[in-house]
């Protein structure tokens, strides 16, 4: 069989599969074996086996577990809830303050968890009755909850970029230090929306109405709040994560730090018990099982791909194409953004990380902007119906007066943010570039 079928039908079978529903770990896993044993024969076990042990051996994945310590933590000891309710009493008599407050909220949050799923679920829980309360159009309070929540994979330190970083020989360092910005960019982007629909139309988002016991709260009120929920944790996230960008410790290290930071502040506000506690362990180590468990199938995966000359294949298909470099780089992006209408993130990641980094670095660009364009134009897959995981999730847990169809219009406009912020850090790279030329 030539490299060309082989290549073509691996890529296929593994997107039917996964858009047929299948766990992407074993499908990875089994197409690994069935391709391998067939095109390579029995010693691709051997194969199999230096792969995944040069992965699991990576120093930098052993932050993945620490990192969803960390945010499983904040998550359950309700310090989100204490943080949400302190940001929205201090932007009270702001229109839209409901709104503005959860994506405040969302992206310091972000910052703590490093997945979407804990910011979309919390948040929705704590914010969307608060809203449909105060008569918040549906759309926007769901497109809010969900956008917002979005920033959890982008922000550091998302669990997509620890992964990200060894997949493509890249610092976890500075990726995160390249995604700060690009994070806080759709994070102004989203607030300037609701602001702007808020003061166009106050009806979709009113203020703080005049009879709600914190209409009239003093400033020293808000200052006691801002120092007592909202600075801890943003302490917190700016001391482990600028440890990394200034090269005071790695990436593991600094999660380790941060989660038993994490667990001295849920302990100070008492918000700590053994069931808690027990809850805590328990949901950290299914979410880290689940992600080295496709980390391994994907592992295997790509070995046998490689092995087979598959990534020589869609390389020379792609740089063949009659187009200049940025219309390449164009077609890349596409293909990730439809990727990400069908498959999950990790999916989408290691299909196109292995099969495009090679690429971008052939066409010449910058690997650090690569990957965080890569990342940016994925986050959209979050949004993006039929396979959006915030919509998802969002609707598991919405009242339920909320449709489907009232998430599915609310995330509209956030989509087209995502393509404003998209092309702001295409046209200016420095946008992305900045932070991690100046950090170690």
């Known amino acids: 069989m030539s490299p060309e079928f082989i290549a073509f039908s691996m890529i296929g079978s593994l997107l039917a599969l996964v858009i047929l529903g299948y766990p992407v770990a074993f499908v990875l896993g089994g197409l690994a074996a069935i391709f391998g044993f067939i095109y390579i024969g029995p010693q691709v076990s051997n194969l199999f086996m ?10 930098i994945l052993l932050a993945i577990p620490l990192f969803v310590l960390m945010g499983v933590i904040i998550e359950k000891s309700g310090l989100a809830s204490r943080l949400y309710d302190a940001t929205y009493v201090i932007m009270g ?58 920033l959890g994979i982008l922000i550091p330190p998302s669990v997509l970029i620890l992964i990200y970083g060894p997949l493509a020989g890249i610092s976890v360092g500075k990726l995160f230090a390249g995604a700060v910005i690009p994070g806080l960019l759709l994070s102004g982007l989203y607030i300037l929306y609701v602001l702007l629909v808020a003061y166009l139309k106050p009806e979709k988002a009113p203020a703080m109405p005049p009879d709600h016991p914190d209409f009239n709260v003093t400033l020293s009120r808000k200052f ?26 790695a990436p ?65 298909v792609v740089l063949g194409l009659p187009l200049p470099n940025w219309g390449i780089l164009t077609v ?38 690569f990957a965080m364009m890569f990342i940016v134009v994925m986050q959209t897959s979050f949004l993006t119906p039929p396979f959006a995981y915030a919509i998802f999730y969002l609707k598991g847990i919405a009242p339920p007066e909320v449709k489907t169809s009232d998430i599915y219009k609310g995330v ?29």
Not at 118 to 128: D, I, K, N, Y
Request: positive net charge.
């Open 50 to 59: 230096l792969r995944i042990f040069g992965n699991m051996g990576d120093y």
């Open 93 to 150: 008599r702001l229109r839209g303050g409901l709104a503005i407050a959860s994506l405040v909220t969302c992206t310091i949050f972000a910052a703590a968890t490093g997945v979407i799923g804990a910011s979309v679920v919390t948040m929705g829980l704590l914010a969307l009755p608060s809203m449909l309360r105060y008569k918040y159009d549906k759309s926007l309070a769901t497109g809010a909850i969900c956008a917002g929540g979005t």
């Open 224 to 249: 006691y709040l801002f120092a007592t929920s909202v600075l801890p944790v943003a302490l917190l996230i700016v001391a482990v994560l600028g440890s990394i960008f200034f090269g005071v410790a």
């Open 252 to 316: 593991t290290e600094a999660a380790g730090v941060g989660a038993f930071a994490a667990a001295l502040l849920a302990a100070a506000y008492k918000q700590l018990n053994w069931e808690k506690l027990k809850e805590i362990a328990y949901r950290t180590m299914t979410v880290s099982c689940m992600i080295y468990l496709v980390l391994m199938a994907a592992g295997m995966f790509t070995a046998v791909f490689i092995q087979l000359g598959g990534g020589d294949v869609v390389e020379n």
């Open 332 to 369: 890349m992006f596409f293909i990730v953004f439809i990727m990400g209408m069908f498959i999950d993130w990790i999916g989408v990641m290691m299909i196109g990380v292995p099969l495009f980094t090679p690429i971008a670095a052939a066409l010449g660009y910058d690997p650090l902007w």
């Open 412 to 440: 509209v406009p956030f989509i087209i943010l995502q393509f404003i912020g998209i092309l702001l850090v295409a046209i200016f790279p420095k946008l992305i570039l900045w932070l991690p030329s100046i950090t170690k």
